[in-house]
């Protein structure tokens, strides 16, 4: 399993990015996907997930201005992000693991594939 990101950068506050996610290796469609991100001094958090019944979950602080989807045709998993805060600097990490049909990424306690991350900062 290999999964690289892409999009990372700086912005200001208010600015915009969208992260990619490229994977390979395995049967993308029989993962569930998600996005983490780890500010420094602290532990990395889970940002939103997506399942295989396509249903999509956010952390509090990311709802109503990410976006998690993916393109299954392309292996792709993608994270838009509007009105960007400067809380939300960290390096950001795609996760995958198998899941069972139907099911989201709660419901696998396999093992976690992860990324090497990418870099988003956003100044005030």
Known sequence: VQLVESGGGSVQAGGALRLSCAASGY???VYC???FRQAPGKEREEVATIGRDGRTRYTDSVKGRFTISQDNAKNTLYLQMNSLKPEDTAMYYCAA????????WYDSSLKTYWGQGTQVTVSS
Do not use: L
């Open 27 to 29: 049967t993308y469609s």
């Open 33 to 35: 996907m998600a996005w």
């Open 97 to 104: 693991k198998f899941c069972p049909y139907g099911g989201s």
